[in-house]
């Protein structure tokens, strides 16, 4: 059974950073490409950023330069470090895992929720 569990969210100044882990059981991580999406309250699901397998990355340009995405392949981790957080980066954060090789293998974790208040 593949399971994505996301930690890390909390409550967080402007200005702050926070660190985001997404820990992966029942897949082998290194055919997925992982991502990061989050969710604001009233606005549709969005990409955040998404790394490939290959190592390529895509970062939303409201994050760029502000966020990182890294992974630890020995610990089945991806990571979402982010800084210089904004009130508008207030959201639920889902961590995201699709089989590069095979269409109709998506999975999503449960989500993590990051508010930027102060």
């Known amino acids: 059974q593949v399971q994505l569990v996301e930690s890390g969210g909390g409550l967080v100044q402007p200005g702050g950073s926070l660190r985001l882990s997404c820990a992966a059981s029942g897949i082998i991580f290194s055919n997925y490409a992982i991502g990061w999406y989050r969710q604001a309250p009233g606005k549709q699901r969005e990409l955040v950023v998404n790394?490939?397998?290959?190592?390529?990355?895509n970062y939303a340009e409201s994050v760029k330069g502000r966020f990182t995405i890294s992974r630890d392949y020995a610990k089945k981790m991806r990571y979402l470090q982010m800084n210089s957080l904004k009130p508008e980066d207030t959201a639920v954060y889902y961590c995201?895992?699709?089989?590069?090789?095979?269409?109709?293998?998506?999975?999503w974790g449960q989500g993590t929720q990051v508010t930027v208040s102060s």
């Open positions: 790394i490939k397998s290959g190592g390529s990355t």
């Open positions: 995201n895992a699709v089989y590069e090789y095979r269409r109709g293998y998506d999975y």
